[in-house]
Each structure stands twice: as structure tokens, then as C-alpha cells.
């Protein structure tokens, strides 16, 4: 299950690949296209090969898996580091779509941005991560929305995650798991001895959801 680089540089190189192919199938099938980007140093990379893909980028949506409840202008948002490594060059024609906004609290936040979040799916590529706790998104062990979030029968694709949880630990919004799942492909990125053992020996977290789920492709790359 898990494809094995030797270095971050060949496994940003895969992903961007895998991302691209995907997303020129989608453009040549449907006209369109859609991505779901995600925060951490993992994806940072990938962005920079994705930024000069010579892809139609007018006709690609961009959104983010989940963010932190924070301005754009703050080191701890993810929107703001796919705009600083995504968005860029050919790929600034995208149109994004924010997955947390300003409001008077994070769930109103979340509502706010459900309507297009869903608009947007099926998507056709999603970047993700994985924490050291196996969260996926913000979908994090310990919080007191976890079930609500992991629900498959739920019905929201957009869900505020108060602070306390996560590092670190601010109020989020996120994908919900039934919103993860409408990906027609996902790509898991992660590296390091402790994450790949959590994917290959853990139970029961978030990122076990997703990997043993039959509805959405997943692939999960991974350096030393």
C-alpha cells in the first residue's frame, strides 16, 4: 500500500505527477477541474511543481482540505501558504476557494464556506497529510467534534473544530470524512519511521478511516 522515495524531492516530484495527470484528465473528460490542497512541509513542495504545470489553470478550482481559523496574513494559515507556493505563475488563473473566512466563531465560518466547499465535489485530486496523532485534515483525535466529523452517514462537508486541539492548537474548520471521501483520488503524503508505522501497525484513528474506506482511491507516498 505504501509507495516508498527515497528522498522528499522524489516524492513531491510523484505527487505533482500524480496530480497533474489528474487533473488534465478531468479538464480533457469534463472541461474541468478541481483540487484539494492541504497545509504542512510535506505538500509545500508539490505546490512548486503544481505552480508550472502547463494546465489550463482558468478552468481549475483550488480549495484546502481543512485550515486554521486565523487571518490569511498569519504563519499558521494554509491558505497562505498556497498562495505563496501554489498559487504563483500559471497557476495564479485558479480559482480558489477559501475553506475558512472571517466570522463571529469557527462553526459560523464553516457554515459559511459549506455551500462552495460542496459545490466544488466531486474533486478530482486531494492532497493530504497525516499528524503523528493520525489525523487527517483537521480531523484530530481528542476533539470533542471528532465523531461528528468521522460520521459516514453525516451530512456536512464543512465542520468548525474548536481550539484546544492540534498544533497548534487554534480553532479550525475541516472536511468532514463523507466530504474526504467525494476525492476522486486521494494522495497521503508523509515521511519518517513513526508516521509510516502508524499507517502500516495502528488501528482506529482517523487515517485508518480513510486508508480502509472502498468509496475513494488512496495513495499514500513516503520518504525516509
Known sequence: MIETYATSAELAAAAAAAATGALEAALDERGAASLVG???RSPAPVYDLLAQAKLDWRRIAVTLSDDRFVPVDSPDSNERLLRERLLTGPAAAARFVPISTAADSVEAAAEKVEADVRAMAPYDVMLLGMGEDGHVASL??????LD?????????????????????????VTMT??????????LVLISGAKKRDIVEKGNGLPV?????????????????
Do not use: E, K, Y
Open 38 to 40: 492541504t497545509g504542512g
Open 140 to 145: 484530530i483525535p481528542g476533539s470533542p467534534v
Open 148 to 172: 461528528l466529523g468521522m460520521d459516514p452517514h453525516g451530512t456536512r462537508f464543512c465542520l468548525g473544530i474548536p481550539a484546544g486541539v492540534g498544533s497548534p492548537p487554534v480553532a479550525r
Open 177 to 186: 470524512m463523507p466530504a474526504l471521501l467525494q476525492a476522486r483520488l486521494i
Open 208 to 224: 485508518h478511516a480513510l486508508l480502509r474506506q472502498a468509496q475513494a482511491p488512496v495513495r499514500v507516498l513516503w520518504n525516509p
